[in-house]
């Protein structure tokens, strides 16, 4: 189940955030192979934030799956984040840092789910 969660700086106000986790969600299972129905997305809007000594607009996600990521793939799915912060939020990609965490096992209602 790849998740995805964002914090940025961009206020809140005036953001689609259906639009945004939706197409965030499409850019995690188009990109990391995994159907959309397991991706889960959170956006965390008007966080205070600096990054490179600046506080214009920019992001930190951490992208956490159960395989599905890692080598090259990291760069696509990064680069497909990347694109929608770029094109829904006016972040751009040199201020977007993605922090990426294969797991082994990870539990549902109850259930562990695990790498096949």
Same mark, same amino acid.
């Given at each position: 189940?790849?998740?995805?969660?964002?914090?940025?700086?961009?206020? *809140?106000?005036?953001?689609?955030?259906?639009?945004?986790? /939706? !197409?965030?969600?499409?850019?995690?299972?188009?990109? *990391?192979? /995994?159907?959309?129905?397991?991706?889960? &997305?959170?956006?965390?809007?008007?966080?205070?934030?600096?990054?490179? *000594?600046?506080?214009?607009?920019? !992001?930190? *996600?951490?992208?956490?799956?159960?395989?599905?990521?890692?080598?090259? /793939?990291?760069?696509?799915?990064?680069?497909?984040?990347?694109? &929608?912060?770029?094109?829904?939020?006016? &972040?751009?990609?040199?201020?977007?840092?993605? /922090? &990426?965490?294969?797991?082994? !096992? !990870?539990?549902?209602?109850?259930?562990?789910?695990?790498?096949?």
């Amino acid at each position: 189940m790849p998740t995805l969660l964002i914090q940025t700086n961009v206020p *809140g106000n005036g953001v689609d955030n259906s639009d945004i986790l /939706k !197409a965030l969600s499409r850019a995690v299972a188009e990109t *990391g192979g /995994k159907p959309e129905q397991w991706v889960m &997305v959170s956006l965390t809007t008007d966080k205070p934030m600096c990054y490179s *000594g600046s506080e214009a607009p920019c !992001a930190y *996600g951490e992208l956490i799956s159960i395989g599905a990521i890692g080598g090259e /793939k990291n760069k696509t799915i990064s680069a497909a984040i990347a694109e &929608v912060l770029r094109s829904k939020l006016k &972040v751009e990609p040199n201020r977007f840092y993605l /922090k &990426v965490n294969t797991i082994v !096992a !990870a539990v549902e209602d109850a259930t562990t789910l695990s790498a096949v």
